[in-house]
T-cell receptor
Framework: KAGVTQTPRYLIKTRGQQVTLSCSPISGHRSVSWYQQTPGQGLQFLFEYFSETQRNKGNFPGRFSGRQFSNSRSEMNVSTLELGDSALYLC??????????FGPGTRLTVL | EDQVTQSPEALRLQEGESSSLNCSYTVSGLRGLFWYRQDPGKGPEFLFTLYSAGEEKEKERLKATLTKKESFLHITAPKPEDSATYLCAVLYSSRLTFGEGTQLTVNP
């Protein structure tokens, strides 16, 4: 089976802009989670979607949002970018057995 | 609030020198403890899932164990290609809470 894919792999934006990241889960996986990884904070949970519904949400401001489509693909959006949003954004998918498999990530740089 | 603490932060070993990484956790209602390996600039790679105290899992030179308060990742006779950051995480209500990781360097 193909693994989790994320696009784009690298992104450079300026403060105040918005960005959309995409994630395609492993075939058959219905749960998609998003995480932010920074050197100072480590890996932090953003939100999780299952069958197009947000089931869980982390402690991030409302500028961070996401959605899931009927084919389980997911997108996350960050509006009004800040310098502190520079990070590696990771998507993970899982089936009903709880183990989450991660994609390669999208490296976002905010200038 | 779930907490995961990993130690040491960094570990340097000589090739063949066995050691252990520690992950201590406090969580209400553990649904699973996970070990991942992460190489620079890449996403975490799944290694093991442990569900209950006393459980052990092995894969090549790695062995993970679990007690009620902590987990260990034992590395036997490591090779330079085992150099990576090893992350521990606990699962609660579909979200993973990660530790800060142990950066392992294995010198030839």
């Amino acid at each position: 089976k193909a693994g989790v894919t994320q696009t784009p792999r690298y992104l450079i934006k300026t403060r105040g802009q918005q960005v959309t990241l995409s994630c395609s889960p492993i075939s058959g996986h219905r749960s998609v989670s998003w995480y932010q990884q920074t050197p100072g904070q480590g890996l932090q949970f953003l939100f999780e979607y299952f069958s197009e519904t947000q089931r869980n949400k982390g402690n991030f401001p409302g500028r961070f949002s996401g959605r899931q489509f009927s084919n389980s693909r997911s997108e996350m959006n960050v509006s009004t970018l800040e310098l502190g949003d520079s990070a590696l954004y990771l998507c993970a998918s899982s089936d009903s057995l709880d183990t989450q498999y991660f994609g390669p990530g999208t490296r976002l740089t905010v200038l | 609030e779930d907490q995961v603490t990993q130690s040491p932060e960094a570990l340097r070993l000589q090739e063949g020198e066995s050691s252990s990484l520690n992950c201590s956790y406090t969580v209400s209602g553990l649904r699973g403890l996970f070990w991942y390996r992460q190489d620079p600039g890449k996403g975490p790679e799944f290694l093991f899932t442990l569900y209950s105290a006393g459980e052990e899992k092995e894969k090549e030179r790695l062995k993970a164990t679990l007690t009620k308060k902590e987990s260990f990742l034992h590395i036997t006779a490591p090779k330079p290609e085992d150099s990576a950051t090893y992350l521990c995480a606990v699962l609660y209500s579909s979200r993973l809470t990660f530790g800060e990781g142990t950066q392992l360097t294995v010198n030839p």
